[in-house]
């Protein structure tokens, strides 16, 4: 799905593995972006999102060529899911500013995984994946057992004060979800995604890959086509 999405966006998608990286195979210096993939990469687990962080911190190759990429200014880096998970846990590393501020995603509220479709918020931010979108309420799939932002009040003043937080949860008034279902991991400020304050990093919880195309949704309105 994500490879097909991004084809579609006009990118030319291409597969890398961690051992890719690790082997020295793959060193990223001809690619213009990075996306950690979500449906449960790194295995079916909990905490894989940081079992995969912990894999680029600790093997210098993979740890360099993410670093070099992040620091080049003509790149981006999106983390979906087990990806958001990832990219929330490393990125403080790779980002000195983002240490006081981002979020770790943990478990659910629920203490459950969560499949739904729940209903996005797009905000105003500098992310450069939801350009010209804020105020856009978009129905997208979640499927996740640790999907819960957490972070302390001032590190949530301080996404709220730049603008860093690029998604939310909200209801069907257009209200931020507080509450489960419409909120389904327990996150403060419906906060769904996250990104860096030049946008080029950014990680959504949610998957919107699995919705790019109709045939995905189990209804929707007929002059979608």
């Given at each position: 799905?994500?490879?097909?999405?991004?084809?579609?966006?006009?990118?030319?998608?291409?597969?890398?593995?961690?051992?890719?990286?690790?082997?020295g195979r793959v060193d990223?210096?001809?690619?213009?972006?990075?996306?950690?993939?979500?449906?449960?990469?790194?295995?079916?687990?909990?905490?894989?999102?940081?079992?995969?962080?912990?894999?680029?911190?600790?093997?210098?190759?993979?740890?360099?060529?993410?670093?070099?990429?992040?620091?080049?200014?003509?790149?981006?880096?999106?983390?979906?899911?087990?990806?958001?998970?990832?990219?929330?846990?490393?990125?403080?590393?790779?980002?000195?500013?983002?240490?006081?501020?981002?979020?770790?995603?943990?478990?659910?509220?629920?203490?459950?995984?969560?499949?739904?479709?729940?209903?996005?918020?797009?905000?105003?931010?500098?992310?450069?994946?939801?350009?010209?979108?804020?105020?856009?309420?978009?129905?997208?799939?979640?499927?996740?057992?640790?999907?819960?932002?957490?972070?302390?009040?001032?590190?949530l003043a301080a996404l709220?004060?730049?603008?860093?937080?690029?998604?939310?949860?909200?209801?069907?008034?257009?209200?931020?979800?507080?509450?489960?279902?419409?909120?389904?991991?327990?996150?403060?400020?419906?906060?769904?995604?996250?990104?860096?304050?030049?946008?080029?990093?950014?990680?959504?919880?949610?998957?919107?890959?699995?919705?790019?195309?109709?045939?995905?949704?189990?209804?929707?309105?007929?002059?979608?086509?």
């Amino acid at each position: 799905f994500r490879s097909a999405a991004f084809t579609r966006a006009g990118f030319e998608a291409v597969d890398v593995h961690m051992t890719d990286l690790i082997d020295g195979r793959v060193d990223l210096s001809d690619m213009r972006g990075a996306i950690a993939c979500g449906g449960f990469s790194f295995g079916d687990v909990l905490g894989a999102g940081r079992g995969w962080a912990a894999t680029f911190r600790y093997n210098a190759r993979a740890r360099d060529a993410i670093r070099r990429l992040v620091d080049r200014a003509d790149t981006f880096v999106l983390g979906v899911c087990n990806g958001c998970q990832m990219i929330a846990e490393l990125a403080p590393d790779l980002v000195p500013e983002l240490r006081a501020s981002w979020p770790r995603f943990v478990t659910n509220r629920s203490e459950r995984f969560e499949a739904r479709v729940t209903l996005l918020r797009i905000e105003p931010s500098p992310s450069l994946f939801f350009r010209g979108m804020a105020g856009s309420r978009l129905p997208i799939a979640t499927a996740h057992g640790e999907g819960r932002a957490s972070l302390a009040p001032e590190a949530l003043a301080a996404l709220e004060s730049q603008s860093l937080v690029s998604a939310r949860y909200v209801d069907g008034r257009n209200a931020v979800a507080t509450t489960y279902p419409a909120n389904p991991n327990g996150s403060p400020s419906g906060i769904a995604a996250v990104t860096s304050p030049d946008g080029r990093i950014t990680a959504i919880m949610p998957h919107p890959e699995r919705v790019f195309r109709t045939a995905q949704l189990s209804w929707h309105p007929a002059h979608w086509g």
